[in-house]
């Protein structure tokens, strides 16, 4: 753990994590996003800090392709999808950070509404600064919890 890294802050509890934790397996946690990418995004992130996908365990990496795929279904079930991004992001104020997924699943309303897809779809969500409720977190992380257990 790093103590000045959000991401180990938030595994670490010092941070409230919007909607609790969801799924975690030996070397992997799942977690709704927080910030403004909209209801269902979720995070893969590996429980050590790491900065670097080549720096990954050979145990990390064995079921990182797996979870990146349940995510992935899981996320495309909690909300109507049109597609469901999966993203690799690793920056904090310019530096590495620790490695994460995001897991989006976009919708067409939020094509709409955004007027872009992809990256630029991205960057529209977070200068919209609009993020999901907690109490909306809250619901969606109970269902996906249930989601993670039937897609075992």
Same mark, same amino acid.
């Given at each position: ?26 070397? $992997? +946690? ?21 900065? %670097? ?14 979870? +990146?795929?349940?995510?992935? $279904? ?13 993203? +690799? $992001?690793? @920056? ?7 490695? @994460? ?26 200068? %919209? ?20 257990? +039937?897609?075992?």
């Amino acid at each position: 753990m790093d103590d000045d890294c959000m991401a180990c802050a938030l595994a670490a509890g010092r941070i409230p994590l919007p909607g609790g934790r969801i799924y975690r397996t030996e070397n $992997w +946690l799942v977690e709704h996003c927080v910030g403004p990418l909209g209801l269902g995004t979720l995070i893969v992130k590996p429980k050590r800090h790491v900065t %670097s996908v080549a720096d990954l365990s050979s145990a990390e990496a064995l079921e990182l392709g797996p979870l +990146l795929q349940l995510a992935s $279904w899981v996320a495309s079930q909690l909300v109507e999808a049109e597609q469901v991004y999966n993203c +690799l $992001w690793s @920056h904090s104020g310019g530096t590495p950070g620790h490695i @994460h997924y995001v897991i989006q699943p976009v919708t067409k309303q939020q094509m709409t509404a955004h007027d872009g897809y992809g990256p630029r779809l991205q960057l529209a969500m977070f200068g %919209s600064e609009i993020s999901p409720g907690a109490a909306e977190v809250a619901v969606i992380a109970d269902h996906a919890r249930r989601l993670f257990g +039937l897609g075992q």
